[in-house]
C-alpha cells in the first residue's frame, strides 16, 4: 500500500516520488522535482483529486526536464484529469508554471489536447508563479 502524508512526497515501492502535493482552500498546489515521469503525474493527479478534490490544480514544474514526456503521455495526464473534473466542481482551471523553454511546448500540447477532446479543465502556461496565481484568483 501506498502511504501518503498531506505536504510531503509520498513513498512508492521502488523510489520516493518526487511531486509534492498541498492543499489550500479550493487549490491543490503540485511541486515537481527532478526526475519526473508520466506516471508520477499521474500518480499525483489520482491522489490529490481522489483525496481531496478542489477546482483549482497550480502545478510548479520550474526547474524539471519533461524531455522524457512524449505527446501520447500528455494525452495519458490529460485523460487522466478529466476523469476529476466532476469532482473538481464549476470551472476547473490548471496552471503549469514552467522555466525551462523545452517545456512550454509540451504545455502547451497538453492545453490544446485538453481544449480539443473537450475534456473540461481549462490548462494554461505560465512562466511565473504571480502570473498563474493570479490567473487562478490566488494573488
Not at 105 to 116: F, K, N, S, V, W
Request: glycine content about 8%.
Amino acid at each position: 500500500m501506498i502511504s501518503f502524508v498531506e505536504g510531503e512526497a509520498w513513498q512508492g515501492w521502488d523510489r520516493i516520488v518526487p511531486i509534492e502535493i498541498k492543499y489550500e482552500d479550493g487549490l491543490i498546489r503540485f511541486n515537481a522535482s527532478n526526475p519526473v515521469c508520466t506516471a508520477d503525474v499521474i500518480a499525483a493527479i489520482d491522489r490529490a483529486f481522489g483525496d481531496c478534490p478542489a477546482p483549482f490544480a497550480l502545478w510548479d514544474a520550474r526547474g524539471v526536464s519533461l524531455s522524457a514526456v512524449n505527446a501520447t503521455e500528455i494525452q495519458r495526464i490529460v485523460d487522466t484529469a478529466g476523469k476529476h473534473v466532476e469532482r473538481r466542481g464549476a470551472n476547473p482551471r490548471s496552471a503549469v508554471v514552467v522555466s525551462d523553454p523545452s517545456n512550454k511546448t509540451l504545455i502547451r500540447l497538453l492545453a490544446a489536447y485538453g481544449e480539443a477532446f473537450n475534456v473540461g479543465i481549462e490548462f494554461s502556461l505560465f512562466c511565473d508563479m504571480d502570473s498563474a496565481r493570479a490567473w487562478l484568483g490566488r494573488d
